[in-house]
């Protein structure tokens, strides 16, 4: 029997085997949901847990964010077959003029591994781009990262575009020269210092 706390530690530590032992713990009926919440999350949890002691840094979450994708590359279908609904639907995305991506790409990894559907917009997108993916993806909250403070006008020009379009999201602003302050300017209902505080947040906007 697969005991899905070892599952857990292998997100953890960013081992490879989290792969085969989902495929066990599949193999032997254990429900998908099970899984990924036993597994994966519980795991993820405790990555977030430890960032944000600081215990862990940048490159062990990366690894262990590598170990749960590939995993949830074989739950995924199984999520699906059994209906099993997201716990919400996001969009992430670096605003435009700004290229950069590490933290962006964090916030979206540790988000799905909290079981969010994520719909990952990239870097340089434009407010309208960001109000498109919005409509496509169904999203109830945004993410908008920035890196250069030069690029931070675009987070407000870009709040603006969807609350213009009536867009019913909760906007959350993230990025080295990004405050609290500043997202409370802009009108964002929410900013996060880190990856593992922006899953929080984006748990907190849909609670």
Do not use: C, W
Request: hydrophobic letters at 50%.
């Amino acid at each position: 029997m697969v005991d899905l706390q070892v599952l857990a530690q292998a997100v953890i530590g960013g081992n490879e085997k989290a792969v085969a032992l989902t495929k066990a713990a599949l193999d032997e009926g254990v429900a998908p949901e099970k899984v990924l919440e036993e597994g994966l999350i519980a795991g993820m949890n405790v990555v977030g847990e430890r960032f944000k002691a600081g215990e862990f840094y940048i490159p062990e979450v990366l690894i262990a964010a590598r170990a749960m994708k590939m995993a949830m590359q074989i739950l995924e279908p199984k999520l699906a077959e059994a209906g099993v609904d997201p716990v919400g639907k996001a969009v992430m995305g670096t605003v435009k003029g700004d290229l950069h991506d590490i933290g962006k790409n964090l916030v979206v990894m540790m988000l799905k591994g909290a079981g969010f559907e994520v719909a990952d917009a990239g870097t340089d997108v434009s407010a309208e781009d960001f109000v498109e993916t919005v409509k496509k993806s169904g999203a109830q909250i945004v993410g908008l990262s920035a890196l250069l403070t030069t690029t931070m006008p675009m987070m407000h020009t870009t709040v603006q575009a969807l609350k213009n379009d009536g867009a019913d999201v909760k906007i959350m602003v993230g990025g080295a020269p990004v405050t609290q302050s500043f997202a409370d300017k802009i009108g964002a209902d929410g900013y996060a210092p880190d990856a593992a505080s922006a899953v929080d947040l984006a748990k907190s906007l849909i609670a």
